[in-house]
């Protein structure tokens, strides 16, 4: 069986998903996984973002990857063992797609020896480093016993071998006119280098130099097809030799090894993108997981995507905010000021949970999470402004799929749903749906205008979205625990439903 340095368990390529999940546009984690494997595309990564883990023991096995890699300097190792296995698969590809055979077989032979040499230097890297987690402590045994087994002590010396002789291949060529002979090299003089020293002596102080760019293609022309198919007939033996490599080696390449070259970028793909956002004054943290306890915290925890993008842009610093649920806490509802940070709040709070069932680290300071087994978001969709009544019904048909597939573990995130009726009819509707959350203990974010739907409860925390105390009309982007305060921010509302004294008078006008 294939080892993974990804999985404890490995899973099987048919175990991952190949389309991501419902909820990842509605927390921006579409974004996060775009700029998280940009620059990775040859890897194939994404399937490992819609493949969430579900057991806590397979999360600290990733975490202790995780925690080798940025601790020593096992990152520059594997940065040469993957650019000398870019090498071999480029390799592999020429002696594939180019009609000469032997050349192709001298291709083969390179790539083989370019991954001879990969394989040898990783092992004697990570020999030399302490190793704390699991996995790459079993593919450091792994690896040495590869390294160490008859097969690969077989074709390594075969190779290096092989090697040598092509390299001592030396011929001549005599041309004359359009005729081109070849022919073993007996001692000739190098007429290069001697006309190259004739003219030695005509150079006068520092000549300028004149590049030439000559196209290099893999493919060969039939003068060059020619020569080599000559140079074979003088070294019959070692042509010979080559082809019967190129055919016994053919499954030269170890599973494992080639899994752990892809695999291994899961982690180097995510921490590059984490150190660009710690680079920024951003934390990212390792954080407890439980499948027993729901207590859930955070500290500074923010919006990654959000962050990503006001680090390219250079614009203003990020605001992290904290929460926590304890004992029977399990529901957050966010009011606040309209444009105050609450859906960012949200998302950040999807966004933390997810990437902690795939054993990354987490956009927080510090944080513990409960493992949650489904993810649901109940967030307004684009739709016909004229076709409220279809709007509501599609929103309808949502919330009561979600509740029916949902369990006491699972995590529901709502944005101002039910935005497409009354008011009335959508308090009333939230307030189901809360009740019906409660009674299955599931854990939940609902951001809302209705302060109402944060009235004191065992299962219910208040939380607000905060505004500059001294200028109502700015919003500070932090969101804090409290009860909500009866504002009612009415101009924001107003102008979400069009209620705004300019609205009516343009109604009554009409």
Not at 381 to 387: G, W
Not at 424 to 434: F, G, K, N, P, T
């Amino acid at each position: 069986m294939t080892r993974s340095i990804l999985f404890d368990h490995p899973p099987g390529t048919t175990a991952l998903a190949a389309e991501s999940p419902d909820f990842f546009s509605d927390l921006h984690l579409d974004q996060v996984v775009d700029a998280i494997t940009a620059g990775f595309a040859e890897y194939d990564l994404k399937g490992f973002f819609y493949a969430p883990l579900d057991a806590i023991d397979s999360i600290q096995y990733r975490h202790e990857v995780m925690q080798d890699l940025e601790s020593g300097p096992l990152l520059g190792a594997i940065d040469v063992f993957a650019k000398s296995m870019r090498r071999m698969r480029e390799d592999i590809a020429r002696s594939e797609n180019i009609t000469h055979v032997l050349q192709a077989q001298r291709y083969f032979l390179d790539a083989v020896n370019v991954y001879c040499d990969a394989v040898e230097n990783l092992a004697r890297r990570l020999a030399a480093v302490e190793l704390r987690g699991r996995g790459l402590r079993l593919f450091r045994d792994y690896l040495s016993a590869y390294c160490d087994s008859a097969d690969f002590q077989l074709l390594a010396g075969e190779t290096k071998k092989l090697e040598a002789l092509v390299a001592a291949i030396t011929y001549t060529l005599e041309i004359s006119g359009l005729r081109v002979t070849v022919s073993r090299y007996d001692g000739e003089p190098d007429y290069g280098m001697e006309v190259l020293a004739t003219f030695e002596k005509f150079r006068q102080g520092g000549a300028s130099q004149y590049a030439f760019n000559w196209p290099a293609g893999t493919h060969m022309s039939q003068v060059e097809e020619g020569a080599l198919e000559r140079v074979a007939r003088l070294y019959p033996q070692v042509f010979s030799s080559l082809k019967d490599y190129s055919e016994r080696h053919r499954t030269y390449l170890d599973e494992t090894i080639e899994a752990f070259d892809r695999e291994i970028h899961f982690y180097v793909a995510c921490l590059a993108y984490a150190d660009t956002l710690k680079s920024a004054g951003l934390s990212f943290c390792y954080p407890t997981v439980s499948e027993v306890s729901k207590h859930t915290f955070a500290r500074d925890m923010f919006d990654v995507a959000l962050a990503a993008r006001l680090a390219k842009e250079k614009r203003a610093h990020m605001v992290c905010n904290d929460f926590e649920l304890t004992g029977e806490e399990r529901i957050l509802v966010v009011t606040g000021a309209n444009q105050g940070g609450k859906t960012t709040f949200a998302r950040a709070f999807g966004q933390l949970h997810y990437l902690s069932r795939l054993g990354c680290p987490v956009p927080a300071k510090a944080a513990r999470v409960y493992l949650f087994d489904r993810l649901f978001t109940h967030f307004e969709r684009e739709e016909d402004l004229e076709n409220l009544a279809g709007k509501l019904e599609f929103d309808l048909h949502r919330i009561q799929r979600i509740l029916e597939e949902a369990t006491e573990r699972s995590i529901l995130i709502m944005n101002e749903s039910f935005n497409s009726t009354t008011i009335a009819d959508a308090l009333y509707m939230s307030r189901e749906v809360l009740s019906r959350i409660m009674e299955r203990d599931m854990t939940c974010v609902t951001v809302t205008f209705f302060d109402e739907l944060a009235a004191s409860a065992p299962k219910i925390v208040s939380m607000v979205a905060a505004v500059d105390e001294r200028d109502q009309t700015e919003r500070t982007f932090k969101i804090v625990r409290k009860p909500a305060d009866g504002r009612a921010y009415a101009a924001s509302i107003a102008r979400k439903y069009r209620l705004t004294a300019d609205d009516i008078r343009m109604r009554l006008q009409s």
